[in-house]
């Protein structure tokens, strides 16, 4: 077995030992499909007021630019999916954002990763990402085959689904790539046509300032524009609704993080108890939740807005 062959097999071996799910490596290089197709969606404006996403164009499609040296991409599939659920009837709160903020908690296990890695292999440089810096993370996800980008935007995985974290290590160890797969979203558009807010008016493609999250996390106005009344579908932190029409999505299994389990004192609160929640107890509520970045005034905007409706 060649160096490459075994340093891969070795980092396999300690993704899974940390409990991700799923693991797939490309070779860090400019990503020439994926050029063209941000230079059009930023032109036509779908990122909305997300300004950041027109900044490091070149560090978003090449990761040696982001990671000087870097030869390899790990990417790795976290589960989400939860065992209980939200009750109806409250301002719906994403499922991602049921527990512990996700950046936390991966990117604790991505600095074991890159420690396991040294220790075991050798002097290896390079970085982590958790969705919080310039990396397409999806792109990657999918060049080194762990699913296909389905209709919605997500990564669709043909035996778990789309509930999945997406983390990265850039390391300057030449691996082993993988290879992506086949699409095989074939001609079904339940994405499309459940979307209340026309944010998947053309198939791949994501039209990000109408998308319910963006409108509900990303946006920081006073106000989220009227033309959305009667379309929010309840949703007051994010939206789940194209992953859970999607048929893929029935092979979803439950996590085993209690981490990311559903905190029931923070998602089963009312319209009238959200409005009345005093800034401490909000605090106390959602201490180290992904419900931080809305903090308690972009909440209740969100909530007052749906009572609008």
């Known amino acids: ?31 020439e499909e994926e050029a063209p197709r941000l230079e059009e969606w930023l032109s036509k404006s779908y990122h909305g007021k997300m300004s950041y996403m027109e900044g490091h164009f070149d560090k978003r499609l090449d990761p040696r630019k982001l990671v000087p040296g870097s030869k390899s991409v790990v990417s790795l599939l976290l589960n ?18 049921y527990g512990k903020d996700y950046h936390v908690v991966i990117k604790e296990k991505l600095f074991q990763f890159l420690d396991r890695i040294r220790a075991e292999i050798g002097e290896v440089d390079g970085r982590v990402f958790v ?4 990396v397409m993370d999806k792109a990657w996800a999918r060049k080194s085959g762990l699913g296909w980008l389905g209709k919605n935007g997500n990564l669709i995985h043909p035996k778990e689904g789309s509930f999945f974290f997406i983390a990265e290590l850039i390391i300057d160890l030449e691996l082993r790539p993988d290879g992506p797969i086949k699409d095989y979203c074939g001609t079904c558009t339940r994405c499309l046509d459940a979307c209340p807010t026309d944010a998947l008016q053309e198939a791949y493609v994501v039209d990000g300032s109408r998308c319910i999250s963006y409108l509900t996390i990303e946006l920081k106005e006073e106000m989220i524009p009227s033309e959305f009344q ?22 979803s299994k439950p996590h085993h993080i209690s981490d990311f ?26 201490k180290h939740s992904p419900l931080e970045r809305s903090k308690l005034k972009g909440m209740q905007r969100n909530v007052r807005f749906l009572k609008s409706t």
């Open 80 to 97: 989400y999916y939860p065992e209980k659920k939200q009750l109806d009837g409250f301002p719906k709160i994403s499922k991602y954002a």
């Open 261 to 286: 389990d559903l905190r029931e004192g923070l998602v089963h609160l009312n319209a009238k108890e959200w409005l009345e929640l005093e800034e401490e107890a909000f605090e106390q509520l959602a």
């Open 131 to 134: 969705d919080s810096a310039p």
């Open 1 to 31: 077995m060649s160096s490459i062959d075994k340093h891969t097999a070795q980092v396999r071996e300690m993704a899974y030992d940390l409990g991700f799910q799923y693991c797939g490596i490309s070779r860090a290089c400019f990503l």
């Open 230 to 251: 009667d379309k929010m579908q309840d949703w007051a932190f994010g939206c789940d609704i194209c992953q859970d029409v999607c048929p893929w999505n029935r092979f």
